[in-house]
Structures are given as C-alpha cells and as structure tokens.
C-alpha cells in the first residue's frame, strides 16, 4: 500500500520560510503527478502546487522541487503571509500496474501557521 509521509510544518512569524517534504513509500510503477494542497480553517481544499498548475497566490513566493527517482516532493514556501495559515496535503497521483493507473493517494496533512 502506497503511503505518504509529509514533515516540515510548524509555526512561522509572516514574512518567514518554511520547507515542507513529502516521501512517497510502496509499489509505484510511474508517478504521473505529485505536490501539495492546502485547507484553511471553514475553507474547501485547494491546490496549492502540482506542476504545472500553480495557485496564483503562491506562485511567486513557494517553490516546488522533485525527485521522483527518490519519490519525494518538496514546498519552498517563503515570505510567508499570515493566510497561507492552513494544513498542507501532499498529493500523489501514481500508476501501480499496466491496467492500474492514476491512483490518487493523500498525505494525513502538516500544520502550517503564520502568526505574529
């Protein structure tokens, strides 16, 4: 079974950096997509970054790497604003065999806060 193990939340003054990381373990043929979504409080879930959408409130601010030989995805995300307050779900769009594709796996999600 395919899993998602996400890290690097935690508590940032705005204007600050954080880093997220994600790391994908179990059987993956192919990955066909992977990044991040995010939730704020009484908000829906919205996409943050999977390459090539990026959400317009981020896009010059976060920046996202990966290494899908290692099956990792990471979150850049600098001068933090006191809305990007949310937790942050790595994402995971994978094929697990010829006749098994786009699979869709969620991270249990990582606590980001901006507060002065």
């Known amino acids: 079974q395919v899993q998602l193990m996400e890290s690097g939340g935690g508590l940032v003054q705005p204007g600050g950096s954080l880093r997220l990381s994600c790391a994908a373990s179990?059987?993956?043929?192919?990955?066909?997509?992977m990044g991040w979504y995010r939730q704020a409080p009484g908000q829906e879930r919205e996409l943050v970054a999977v390459?090539?959408k990026f959400a317009d409130s981020v896009k010059d601010r976060f920046t996202i790497s990966r290494d899908y030989a290692k099956k990792t995805v990471y979150l850049q995300m600098n001068s933090l604003k006191l809305e990007d307050t949310a937790v942050y779900y790595c994402y995971l769009n994978y094929n697990r065999n010829v006749l098994v594709r786009n699979v869709e796996v969620w991270g249990q999600g990582t606590l980001v806060t901006v507060s002065s």
């Open positions: 390459p090539p």
């Open positions: 179990g059987s993956i043929i192919s990955i066909n997509a």
